[in-house]
């Protein structure tokens, strides 16, 4: 990965190098030319543009000779070829294209051609792109063409030296910067390797806000979440052997005592067996509910359902065991009818059924437990209320855990299976809804599940 970095840094590097040397080639070409055989070396490149201009307005060089003797000759700061004491040009020949001169400021008169080696070394005048006469700086720097391909090669040369001295830097710096950003990968790399060999406990430094620091919490939170997992899953296979240990247990003390004839084959003798058959087949029924719910694969039967008999109806079935435990059962509903919702009733009654078991299982006798069922926007909304001890705050986190008991010193037998409230959480988030636990200003712990009007009929 480094080097193919560092390869990718050298390949930006090399090609912006040779544009740059490509481009400025060009250019330095063109300029060179325009500055060598337009005057610039001679100090006329001016006057070249001045003339050019003459001629087009004039068609002809006829009076040239009076634009070479003004003041104003483009020569620069108003100075004449005589005035300039000497500078670079002390004589300026003019010629038509022909080669015939028009115009020499050191003659009175001009007369005569260029010759051919006087022509190639003149400034070149053109209109509208034809040849309209030449401009012979006499005393001035005159160059050739060859001259000019010397220059622009070792303008080029300079060009091609500056570029890879910049691209030796670019490439030290590539190989800091590789170094640089591919450590994070580097480490992220190594944890996950560990994380792959069962080592959950990896984590990476993250600092910055950039994408690659974003990557370092991601991969965190990720390694942090797959320990908890972990860690839950240890927890709950402890907790599931635990729970199937105790009813096989007493189940198989029994059925022993039974066989050496220690108890006599009676309905008595036999009802403790069937009691922990049954507390098994609950247990395995819950775990196959919450394996569905985890997997995505329960189904709903949603059928439109009056959620206020159904509410009822559920507060009824408990009663005699409210009453057997001096437990009284209040049931407010709402001021007016509620149209049907859409919900699967069996799951419904199976999460309020669990809801007043764990309320009747912490109300103490003489206590009450209030059931109200109301419409908020939206949703509707089913409070159970008891007047226990309440859930101690560091329990409240935990209360929808698996196999999670607020109450340590609590019974197996008189507390079920420990998956009553992660299964009723369960089913309310599958229609929808949510299930929250909390402590009632007024006392007790207090249960509410809101399920969304999913359809209206």
Known sequence: MRIRLFVSFALIALVSIISVVTIARQGAAGVV????????????????????DYYAINGSWQGVELLLASPGNGLGHGMSPQGMGGMMSQRLR??????????DTSLGRPSGMLSKEEVDSSVVLRVDGRIAGYLLPDGGMLFSSGDEIFLVSRITRAALVAGLMAGGVSLLLALLLAYRLLRPVQELTRAAEQMSKGDLSQRVPAKGKDELALLGKTFNHMAETLQRAEESRQAMT????????????????????LQDGIYPLTPEHLAPILEQNILLSRLVDD?????LADAGQLK?????TDITQLVRRVVERFAPQA????????????????????????????ILGNLLSNALRYTPAQGRIEIALQSIPSA???????SGPGIPADSLPHIFERFYR?????????????????????????????????????GGAVFSLKLPYINKT
């Not at 009284?328 to 799951?347: K, N, T, V």
């Open 33 to 52: 030319h325009t500055y060598m055989f337009r005057g610039g070396m001679s100090g006329v490149d001016r006057l070249t543009s001045a003339l050019e």
């Open 94 to 103: 003019v010629a038509d294209a022909q080669g015939k001169i028009v115009a």
């Open 238 to 257: 402890a907790d599931i052997a635990h729970e199937l240990r105790n009813p096989l247990a007493v189940q198989r003390a029994n059925l022993e005592a």
């Open 287 to 291: 775990l196959r509910t919450l394996a």
């Open 300 to 304: 709903l039967e949603s059928i439109p």
């Open 323 to 350: 009453a057997s435990q001096q437990v009284e059962l209040l049931y407010q509903g709402p001021p007016g009818a509620l149209p049907p919702i859409s919900l699967d009733a069996l799951r419904v009654e199976q």
């Open 380 to 386: 509707i909304q089913i409070d159970v209320h008891d």
């Open 406 to 442: 607020a109450d340590k010193s609590r019974s197996r037998a008189e507390g079920g299976t420990g998956l009553g409230l992660t299964i009723a959480r369960q089913l309310a988030e599958a229609h929808g809804g949510i299930l929250t636990a909390g402590n009632h200003a007024e």
